[in-house]
């Protein structure tokens, strides 16, 4: 992409209405603009990212053995009526009435319409499991939408559900979930600590959070500290590997982590002092088991092997990307700007023509350019006429993980300088050794 005919919209003046880091980079650096109270317009920067977000969980899910596809994002009534939670969900949910007077809703979650849809078609044990997901807008009227993309009111989640005959089974469809979660965050950089969790009125133990240590996080969480240096699965796992799930999950689990919902101040307090983390966290992810309560009420039944019929059990797994995109930020910036890590970030190399109009520095910059993206390296070419000083400074501001700057004194010698964002390395090496670093 040429930055001369791309669209960038930089802000000089730091966005007062922005109480966090984030937030403020992110309307800084041109990824999002508000369009109402928690309501944003993704403009490309943040597009991007966002699709880059979006593309790791996929992944991830599909290794997990989770099938996607795509439910709308306007739900009718009857449906909400039927597992009861049209008059429990209170004011967060947002309806509609169409023009014959029928009750809409725009969709805070899935499970009532992925159940309908499972009790259309499965009527065996035989096609179990299954986990269907989407990825798809949500809509959900926060009393106190803040914090741009981290608290919105319209955003993106990613909602898995698993169907099982038995506990058993979803066992092992919930650690499938919850080593998928392990996996897609470590990829994009995020430690992200899997937590005790309120499972709400059905009781039980079997909900997560995963959440990433941030002090500008809304949740209260207390956990072990060895958690941040525990190694994630490969990507070799064997997700049909019942025990070999089981033993992973064993093992995240096997010391203090809770929220605040769940704290047990009396174990805690077991933790060696030095173990102990009291801090803020981000809530990236959610997994949850509720065995039968949507599958239930909705009829959703299945044929056993003794050909009797029961109700299904039933799990479902959030992750928000357009959260993560702020969370990412959190946790990743310094005072020039965003430092994306390079499996998300919107570009992976910028390549800075520092003398725009110079024939020389133009060609050296177009030839990288064009051997970039012939190797299918995501690069942005700063071809502008803007002073050096205001490119390098846009740069950093946006992220992109290495930097490649040309100019003429440095060509003179037949050198072009690689500067890596994040610590801000710099060295001199040829342009085609600066070329031979991208895959
Ligand atoms: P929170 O506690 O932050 O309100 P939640 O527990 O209500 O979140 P879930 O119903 O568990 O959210 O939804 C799954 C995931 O969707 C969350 O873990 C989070 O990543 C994302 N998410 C939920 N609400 C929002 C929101 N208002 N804005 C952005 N992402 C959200
Ligand atoms: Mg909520
Ligand atoms: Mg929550
Ligand atoms: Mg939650």
Known sequence: ???????????????????IV????????????????????????????LQKVCRIVREEQDRAGAIELLMPTIQSADLWRESGRYDDYGKEMLRIKDRHERDMLFGPTNEEMITSIFRSYVKSYKSLPLNLYHLQWKFRDEIRPRFGTMRSREFLMKDAYSFDIDQAGARHSYNRMFVAYLRTFARMGLKAIPMVA????????LSHEFIILASTGESEVYCHKDFLDFDV?????????????????????SLYAATSEKHDAAAFAAVPEDRRV?????E??????????????????????????????????GIGPSRLVAALIEAGHDEAGIIWPEAVAPFTVAVLNLKAGDSATD?????????LKAKGVDVLYDDTDERPGAKFAKADLIGIPHQILVGPKGLAEGKVELKRRADGARELVSPSDALARFA
């Open 278 to 282: 009291s801090a803020r966290g981000i």
């Open 22 to 49: 984030s937030h403020r980079l992110m309307l800084r650096a041109g990824l999002v603009q508000q369009q109402s109270a928690g309501i944003y317009a993704w403009l490309p920067l943040g597009h991007r990212v």
């Open 363 to 371: 060609a050296a910059c177009g030839a990288l350019y064009t051997a």
């Open 198 to 205: 309120d499972t709400g009125p059905i009781g039980g133990n």
């Open 233 to 253: 699965p490969g990507a070799e796992t064997d997700f049909e590997d019942v025990a070999g799930l089981q033993g992973i999950f064993d093992r995240w689990t």
């Open 284 to 317: 990236v992810g959610h997994i949850f088991y509720f065995g039968t309560k949507y599958s239930a009420p909705m009829n959703a039944t299945v044929a056993g092997p003794d050909g009797v019929e029961r109700p299904v059990h039933m799990g479902s797994y």
């Open 1 to 19: 992409m040429r930055l001369s005919r791309y669209f960038v919209p930089i802000l000089r003046e730091t966005p007062k209405e922005a109480e």
